[in-house]
């Protein structure tokens, strides 16, 4: 029979624009989250952290907000160019090491010029 | 410099056969992670090796995964009587010594296909 894949949650912004993609997360011990950008075809790749004693951290274009009490982050590019299209994974850290990352499902992000 | 490289890049199997999937790091990395990511899911924790010791193994979701790094740089993920359900791409990372806070570089995947 017919498979159906999963759908990502998508988001479709024009070129300029400020983008917003969020994330919940669901271990409240987890102490560190992550960002991750990833093209097709490609690993993911680093984009910006932050610890749980923050709730706010800004990179060159980019800024996560972290809401614990709901946990809840998000993302936000400021001026979206077409190369920032790609899937967007937030991570949380878990396990007894501290080091096994939890990634959500992703969110595509479409720029359009 | 290098990044991370995985080899192969693709990887097409019979179910029930044994394949091998080559992880790189960065050098002088001492922190190595293996993940695998399915279609439309992001990356699934399977394993951490700290130097040569796996520190967390417990995301290898039954006994025919295994992974080893007998000196510290080069890691093998080992799958034994391959299933379809093992069909996913294989990510490996390192990081400069696997303390929070340490960046994780990924290299670009295997993607495994089980027939």
């Known amino acids: 029979g017919e498979s159906v894949g999963l759908h990502l949650p998508t988001l479709s912004v024009q070129e300029g624009d400020n983008s917003i993609i969020n994330c919940a997360y669901s271990?409240?011990?987890?102490?560190?989250f992550i960002w991750y950008k990833q093209e097709s075809g490609k690993g993911p790749q680093f984009i910006i952290d932050?610890?749980?004693?923050?709730d706010k951290r800004q990179g060159q274009r980019v800024t996560v907000l972290l809401n614990k009490t709901v946990k809840h982050l998000s993302l936000q590019i400021a001026a979206t160019q077409p190369g920032d299209s790609a899937v967007y994974f937030c991570?949380?850290?878990?396990?007894?090491?501290?080091?096994?990352?939890?990634f959500g499902t992703g969110t595509s992000l479409t720029v359009i010029p | 410099g290098a990044g991370v490289s995985q080899t192969p890049s693709n990887k097409v199997t019979e179910k029930g056969k044994y394949v091998e999937l080559r992880c790189d790091p960065i050098?002088?990395?001492?922190?190595l992670y293996w993940y695998r990511q399915s279609l439309g899911q992001g990356p699934e924790f399977l394993i951490y090796?700290?130097?040569?010791?796996?520190?967390?193994d417990s995301g290898l979701p039954n006994d025919r995964f295994f992974a080893v790094r007998p000196e510290g740089s080069v890691s093998t993920l080992k799958i034994q009587r391959t299933e379809r359900g093992d069909s996913a791409v294989y990510l490996c990372?390192?990081?400069?010594?696997?303390?929070?806070?340490?960046?994780?570089?990924f290299g670009p995947g295997t993607r495994l296909t089980v027939l």
């Open positions: 090796f700290q130097g040569t010791g796996a520190a967390d």
């Open positions: 050098s002088g990395h001492t922190a």
């Open positions: 991570a949380e850290n878990s396990g007894p090491t501290g080091n096994q990352f939890y």
């Open positions: 271990n409240s011990a987890s102490d560190y």
């Open positions: 990372a390192s990081s400069s010594t696997g303390t929070e806070g340490d960046t994780q570089y």
């Open positions: 932050i610890r749980s004693n923050m």
